[in-house]
C-alpha cells in the first residue's frame, strides 16, 4: 500500500501524524483522497479554504502536485479530510481502492490520542476572566502586561492542576 512521507500545503511543509491516501471510486468517477491528522493549529489554519495547493511526497519518492478540495468528516481529532478529481488512473494502478458501497474506510485516528497531538503543537486560546480581589493584587495586575499575565496565569493553572488533577 502507498504510504504518504511528507506534506506541503502551499510550500509549507506540516507535520503529520497519520494519514491514508487512496482512490475513491464512485457512481460520479475517481478521486484521489487525502486524510491527515494535523495538529489543531494547523486545522485551523487551513479549515475554511476551499482549495489547497499540496505536494505529497509518497515513501517510494514519487511527488504528487495537485489542487485539493476540502471535505467535512467528523471525527474526534484535528484532521483534514482532502480530495481531487482523477481522470488518468495509469500513475495510481498500486494505491488503496474504496468504493462508495464499501463499510470500510481508511481509519487515520486509530492508535493517536489528543494529548500526544497537543505535546507536539499546543494552540493557545483568548479567555477573558472577571474575577473579585483583594485591592492589592488588583493593582498589581493592573501594572502588568498581557503577555506576563498570560504566563503568571498559565504557571499558575499548570501547577495547580498537577496538584489536584493527577491520580484521578
Not at 500513475?91 to 494529548?115: A, K, R, S
Not at 493593582?139 to 496538584?163: A, H, M, P, Q
Request: proline content about 2%; some cysteine.
Amino acid at each position: 500500500m502507498v504510504k504518504v512521507k511528507e506534506v506541503k500545503i502551499d510550500g509549507e511543509s506540516i507535520y503529520i501524524f497519520n494519514s491514508a491516501i487512496y482512490i475513491f471510486e464512485s457512481s460520479t468517477g475517481f478521486t484521489l483522497e487525502l486524510d491527515i491528522i494535523v495538529s489543531e493549529i494547523v486545522e485551523r489554519k487551513y479549515r475554511g479554504e476551499e482549495n489547497l495547493i499540496l505536494e505529497i511526497e509518497l515513501h517510494d519518492g514519487r511527488v504528487i502536485n495537485t489542487i485539493m478540495h476540502q471535505k467535512s468528516l467528523q471525527g474526534g481529532l484535528p484532521q483534514l479530510n482532502l480530495y481531487c478529481e482523477l481522470n488518468d488512473m495509469d500513475d495510481y494502478q498500486d494505491f488503496h481502492y474504496v468504493n462508495e458501497n464499501d463499510l470500510v474506510f481508511p481509519n487515520v485516528e486509530e492508535g493517536i490520542t489528543l494529548e500526544e497531538i497537543r505535546k507536539y503543537e499546543m494552540p493557545n486560546e483568548k479567555v477573558k476572566l472577571t474575577l473579585t480581589l483583594p485591592i492589592d493584587q488588583t493593582e498589581w495586575l493592573s501594572k502588568k502586561n498581557g503577555r506576563d499575565l498570560s504566563g503568571i496565569f498559565k504557571e499558575v493553572i499548570y501547577d495547580y492542576w498537577r496538584k489536584h488533577h493527577i491520580g484521578s
